[in-house]
């Protein structure tokens, strides 16, 4: 149990999609995802390293459930990498949906990260696709910057926060996942799931109120 965080130079905040299409009347909106933006944007005062990331597919993304013939959004098939769910088409490069929601503003943000160019595989990691070989190059920025603390925020909790505290602890960081700075999808009990999968890997959820 983590009773207090004092936030130190070695640490790197990355906010993960908090996009338009993750939010209120996007294409794949998570519920109350509009609420976590006046939080994060008061978190990341606390840091002098932060990082967004931005989901960023090229039309007819192997993701979409629009892709596949006779499929539909939120069914799960096999992909060549493994399980894949299909999704509404989102966050399509240089649509209105794909850009940052217009209330975050974080305007010391050092670096934007963008991830699923590959039309052929999903990146719900910001640090790897989800063939889990191929990198963002997250993981050298962070590694060149000295970081050695990774706190994530954003959307969602179930896939694109939980797959990159995997990565990021996995890779060696201190991870931490601020709980109430996220929002969740929750499908096929996959909140359960990340809350089980992140305290095997030794990463605590916190809240914003851990920070001194
Ligand atoms: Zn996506």
């Known amino acids: 149990m983590v009773e207090r965080v004092v936030a130190a130079e070695g640490d790197v905040l990355i906010v993960v999609d908090v996009q338009n299409d993750f939010c ?18 008061r978190l990341a005062e606390r840091f002098s390293t932060v990082v967004l990331t ?4 090229p039309p ?7 892709t596949h013939s006779e499929r539909r959004a939120y069914e799960t098939i096999t992909l060549h990498y493994g399980e894949q769910v299909l999704w509404p ?6 649509t209105p949906g794909a850009e940052f929601h217009k209330l975050l503003q974080i305007p010391h943000a050092g670096l934007v990260l963008r991830k699923g160019m590959h039309r052929t595989i999903d990146s719900y990691s910001a640090f790897y696709e989800n063939d889990r070989r191929t990198p963002t190059g997250l993981l050298g920025y962070l590694r060149e910057r000295g970081l050695t603390r990774v706190f994530l925020a954003g959307l969602a909790f179930d ?6 505290a995997r990565d990021a602890r ?8 601020i709980e109430d700075a996220c929002r969740s999808i929750d499908i096929g009990g996959s909140v359960d799931a990340t809350r089980r999968s992140l305290a095997d890997l030794h ?10």
């Open 24 to 41: 209120e009347n996007g294409n794949l909106a998570v519920p109350r995802a509009d609420e976590v933006v006046a939080v994060i944007n």
């Open 159 to 164: 896939f694109c926060v939980h797959y990159s």
């Open 89 to 94: 088409d989102h966050c399509v490069q240089g």
């Open 54 to 57: 931005q989901d960023w597919h």
């Open 203 to 212: 990463v605590p959820c916190i809240g914003t109120q851990a920070f001194i």
């Open 60 to 66: 007819g993304h192997l993701s979409f459930a629009s």
């Open 170 to 177: 996995q890779a060696g960081f201190s991870t931490f996942v």
